[in-house]
């Protein structure tokens, strides 16, 4: 096939770009910036804007499919979860559309609502109904949160571990529970996507555990060797001032005002989750955060 894939130079689209090339699949990359994408056959890197809708319809031309990966997990700027999720997307579709694409496998997440309390879930959730409503074959998964080297959540929270001596301050109570997947077998689940044609549904995806957010910094402190740490529970509201601070003068701020909302909520599905749809068993952070040692 020929796949054009946006956000291709994130963290996703890096890994699905790879895969998809060692597959014997044709694919054209597409993004905003000027990051240098590596020549390699079979791979064609295109400067377009989901957000202005430039330069989509030329990209998607002669493609069989397209992965929808590009969003904001952080909004600066006119970057924000509308503009890049929410409108980006019906840019997407608008453009596919024009170009006979047949196939769009869109990335959203788990906790995607229409609740405007959540900017970021309700954006995505919008995104899907421009995917649904499109007329265009679709599948829409949704994973929880994704672990692999170049990941922003969890390398973060390495950082956070790291130099945090000795109190690790924790968002809320810790109890939200999470279930992170690997980025391989994200990869592996839209690569079978795209196998299989459209599902036309959304499909929840995550790994094989449910983690609290106290139990995933612990794994976290053990995979990098932290010496001694405490954890300190810190009330949500507490910490929004901090946090818009952060979010106002830091380039790279460890947490936002939006993500400490999202942290409050758990961001799960059944735990067999990977097997029952896509058939294999995927990979669990515990065994595998030793990538967090890498800086």
């Known amino acids: 096939m020929r796949v054009a894939i946006t956000g291709g130079t994130g963290f996703v689209g890096r890994n699905t770009a790879r895969a998809l090339l060692d597959g014997g699949h044709e694919v054209v990359l597409l ?3 000027s990051r240098r994408v590596a020549p390699r056959q079979g791979l064609t890197a295109v400067r377009a804007d989901v957000v202005e809708g430039r330069g989509l319809t030329e990209a998607f031309t002669g493609c069989d499919a397209v992965v929808h990966l590009t969003a904001v997990i952080r909004e600066k700027g006119k970057q924000t979860f509308d503009a890049v999720i929410r409108r980006g997307t019906e840019n997407m579709v608008a453009a596919a559309k024009a170009a006979g694409v047949g196939h769009i496998v869109n990335i959203s997440a788990i906790g995607a609502d229409p609740d405007p ?9 919008l995104a899907e109904q421009a995917v649904r409503g499109s007329g265009i074959p679709f599948t829409t998964l949704r994973p929880s949160l994704i672990f692999g080297l170049g990941d922003g959540f969890f390398t973060t929270l390495a950082s956070l571990v790291r130099f945090s001596i000795p109190v690790v301050p924790v968002a809320g109570d810790g109890g939200a529970l999470f279930q992170p997947i690997g980025v391989e077998d994200v990869v592996r689940c839209i690569a079978l996507s795209l196998e299989r044609g459209a599902a036309m549904e959304e499909i929840e995806i ?3 555990e449910q983690l609290t957010y106290d139990g ?4 976290i402190h053990d995979a990098i060797g932290a010496g001694m ?6 009330p949500v509201p507490a910490m929004m001032p901090l946090a818009a601070v952060m979010d106002r003068v830091l380039p790279n701020p460890p947490v936002t005002p939006a993500q400490l909302r999202m942290l409050a909520k758990s961001n799960i599905t059944r735990i067999d989750a990977v097997r029952h749809a896509f058939g294999f068993a995927p990979l669990a952070f515990s065994a595998n955060a030793g990538y967090l040692t890498e800086r």
Request: net charge positive; aromatic share 12%; proline share 8%.
């Open 31 to 33: 993004s905003r910036g």
């Open 229 to 234: 740490r405490i954890k300190v529970h810190v």
């Open 117 to 125: 309390r959540f900017p970021y879930h309700c954006a995505k959730w």
């Open 206 to 208: 995550g790994g094989p």
């Open 216 to 219: 995933i910094i612990d794994i």
